[in-house]
Structures are given as structure tokens and as C-alpha cells.
């Protein structure tokens, strides 16, 4: 038997599991067939890629912008 592929929808669907209140990452782990070892380090995976999304952008508004904005709401720009 070869080794099993999970979608990202799985990986997502099985890792928001873990996260409930109560959970037991192990319980979780042996009703979807994985190790908890596995299901850990996919937990590590995604804490890392959630920490390479950046949480907050701030933007700029210039008045210059404000007005340009305005003119093409009314319909006013040209």
C-alpha cells in the first residue's frame, strides 16, 4: 500500500479538528488513520505559513486619491 495523498481541503478540514475545544490531537490522529507525529507537523506547517501572511497592511490615503475616488463615484471624472 502506498503512501496516502490529502488534499488541502483534508489537511484544512482535519487540522480545524485539532483546534476544537477539548480536542486530542491523537484521537483525531487514529480516527483519520494518520500518526499523531504527522498530524503535528502538519500543524507546524501551517503555523509557519500563516506567520509568512502578513496580518495587517497599511494603506495610504492621499487626498489627491480621496478626490480622484470621489470624482468617479459621482461621475464626474473625465
Known amino acids: 500500500m502506498g503512501r496516502r495523498r490529502w488534499t488541502a481541503d483534508d489537511r484544512a478540514r482535519i487540522l480545524e479538528e485539532t483546534l476544537a475545544p477539548g480536542a486530542v490531537v491523537s484521537a483525531v490522529a487514529r480516527r483519520h488513520g494518520l500518526s499523531p ?15 509568512m501572511i502578513p496580518a495587517f497592511v497599511a494603506a495610504v490615503v492621499t487626498r489627491k486619491r480621496r478626490l480622484q475616488a470621489t470624482l ?7
Open 37 to 51: 507525529q504527522q498530524l503535528f507537523t502538519w500543524r507546524r506547517e501551517a503555523r509557519k505559513a500563516s506567520e
Open 72 to 78: 468617479l463615484r459621482t461621475g464626474c471624472a473625465g
